[in-house]
C-alpha cells in the first residue's frame, strides 16, 4: 500500500470516528437538554470532536467542563469507549467543549515556554509540576520544537516534565555518576 493510500485510509478511518463520536455526543446533549453544535476534524493522527457554543447557545453546556477539565476529560473516556464499541479498535480522539482546552493549551504552553526560557537561561534542567497526560504531550511538543530534551517522571497523579538542555548532557552526568561508582 503506498503512502498516500495508507494515508487516505488514516484520514477515512479517522473520519468515521468522529462521526460515532459526534452521534454518542448528540444523543447526550439530548438527554441532557442541551444545545451545541458539533464540530469533527482530524488533528495530528487522531480524530477531533468539538462542541462549540456559540452566543446564542446554551450557557449551561460549560457544566460539561467540570472544575479543572475533570467532566470533560470523563466525557472523552466515555466518548472513546463509545467509539472503541463500534469499531472494536481503540480511540485516540480528542474532545472540547466551549473551547476549554484550546485555551487550556494555550496556558500550558505559557508554562512551556517558561520552562524552556529558564533551562536556555542558566543551563540547568528543570521539574514542573504535575501534569496530566494531554498537559504533558502539549509541554513536550514545545520543548521538542525549542531543540531541548524532555522526559515524563513520576507515577500517577504525581506524574511531571523535566526540562533539559540536551540528550549529550545526561548521558555525560550519567557516564559521570557511573565512573564515581567504579572507583
Known amino acids: 500500500m503506498s503512502e498516500s493510500t495508507e494515508r487516505e485510509e488514516l484520514v477515512k478511518r479517522l473520519d468515521a470516528e468522529g462521526d460515532i463520536a459526534a452521534d454518542y455526543l448528540e444523543e447526550l446533549l439530548d438527554i441532557a437538554d442541551l444545545d451545541g453544535d458539533i464540530d469533527i ?10 462542541i462549540v457554543n456559540d452566543e446564542e447557545s446554551d450557557p449551561r453546556l460549560r457544566r460539561l467542563v467540570g472544575k479543572n477539565g475533570e467532566v470533560l476529560d470523563a466525557l472523552q473516556e466515555l466518548t472513546r469507549l463509545a467509539v472503541q464499541t463500534s469499531t472494536g479498535e481503540r480511540s485516540r480522539l480528542m474532545l472540547d467543549i466551549d473551547g476549554y482546552r484550546a485555551h487550556h493549551k494555550e496556558r500550558v504552553l505559557g508554562i512551556a515556554k517558561e520552562a524552556i526560557k529558564k533551562v536556555l537561561e542558566t543551563g540547568e534542567s528543570t521539574s514542573l509540576d504535575p501534569m496530566n497526560p494531554f498537559e504533558r504531550k502539549v509541554v513536550h511538543d514545545a520543548v521538542a520544537d525549542a531543540g531541548l530534551v524532555s522526559d515524563s517522571e513520576g507515577v500517577g497523579p504525581d506524574r511531571h516534565v523535566v526540562i533539559t538542555l540536551n540528550a549529550d548532557e545526561n548521558d555525560n552526568e550519567s557516564d559521570v555518576e557511573e565512573n564515581e561508582d567504579d572507583e
Not at 476534524?41 to 468539538?50: I, K, L
Open 41 to 50: 476534524t482530524v488533528e495530528a493522527d487522531r480524530a477531533s470532536v468539538a
